[in-house]
């Protein structure tokens, strides 16, 4: 029998996961259209530090979006190990924007 709760639960599933399974291919695709995955993996070390990793270091800090912003648009070196990240100065602010925004919310 379908409480009135359940009903509620079901189509707040059913209307938030779609959304959200859309919006994370979409990251995905933008990730790898710019050449970030040849360097870095939501959950490991690669060339450059794991997603989550830089989600826990910059957890909290308001700023966090702006610094990675800069970070990843003007490269960075010496923050995570020996290994610089190169400049990406192509990619639109837009993009920059949503790419750090997603990287700052991937949890472990
Ligand atoms: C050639 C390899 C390479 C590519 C390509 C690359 N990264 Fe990185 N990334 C690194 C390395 C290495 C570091 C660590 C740099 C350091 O120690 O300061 C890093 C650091 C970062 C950081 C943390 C910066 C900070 O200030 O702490 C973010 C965020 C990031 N990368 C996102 C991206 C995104 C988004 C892309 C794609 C647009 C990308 N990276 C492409 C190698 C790469």
Request: net charge positive.
């Amino acid at each position: 029998m379908m409480t009135t709760k359940h009903m509620l639960l079901a189509s707040a599933l059913l209307g938030s996961f779609p959304v959200a399974f859309a919006q994370d291919k979409e990251m995905k695709e933008l990730l790898q259209a710019s050449g970030c995955m040849s360097c870095h993996a939501i959950d490991e070390k690669v060339v450059g530090p794991a997603f989550q990793a830089i989600a826990a270091k910059y957890k909290g800090q308001a700023d966090a979006v702006d610094t990675l912003t800069q970070s990843v648009r003007n490269g960075s070196r010496g923050k995570w190990g020996r290994t610089p990240m190169p400049p990406h100065s192509s990619l639109s602010g837009d993009d920059l924007k949503k790419l750090t925004t997603w990287v700052l919310a991937q949890k472990p």
